[in-house]
């Protein structure tokens, strides 16, 4: 899969033309569905990854796309928490005996927005990690479960 700019309707289309090989195909019935009793407890985090994880099987149902995708995403939140970490070590730190004000007011700011931030990247990063394992799983078994159909072919043919 190359990524190219593009927007989300073009490569809904585009995955779904190459989607038509059901062994590469990623079940959309493995994402539970919830009731609104099961929805109405879930924290902000466990939302989000229930809606991320809907949205991946729609925008992209081919696992080897998906699964290109979502290691390019991965890398590009890595990077984001380096830019977060370059903030804190960088320019944060410089600031302490200038402005006294200034230095006390930037780690407030670190406390309460930078840190939340940087956090919030890590854990999509996990998230990802996680999700990129399952989707190795996944490709594998079906890997194997399309050469056991084609062993059964050729005892067939024989």
């Known amino acids: ?25 990623s079940s959309t019935s493995q994402i539970k569905k919830y009731t609104v009793q099961e929805l109405i407890v879930l924290k902000n985090w466990e939302l989000a990854n ?13 696992l080897e796309e998906k699964y290109e995708f979502m290691n390019y995403l991965k890398e590009f939140y890595k990077l984001q928490v380096t830019n977060y970490e370059r903030i804190e070590r ?7 005996f200038d402005n006294l004000k200034l230095f006390k007011d930037a780690q407030g700011w670190k406390k309460d927005v930078l ?24 490709i594998k078994q079906q890997e194997q ?14």
């Open 1 to 25: 899969m190359l990524l190219k700019h593009t927007n989300s309707k073009q490569i809904k289309a585009n995955s779904q033309a190459d989607s038509s090989d059901p062994q590469k195909e």
């Open 115 to 138: 840190t939340k931030s940087k956090n919030a990247t890590k854990f999509q990063v996990s998230h990802l990690a996680t999700k990129i394992l399952d989707l190795e799983v996944e």
């Open 50 to 62: 229930y809606i991320a994880d809907k949205a991946y099987s729609q925008l992209i149902p081919n």
């Open 90 to 96: 960088e320019v944060l730190s410089k600031n302490r």
């Open 145 to 158: 479960e399309r050469k056991e159909q084609e062993a059964k072919k050729q005892k067939i043919k024989k």
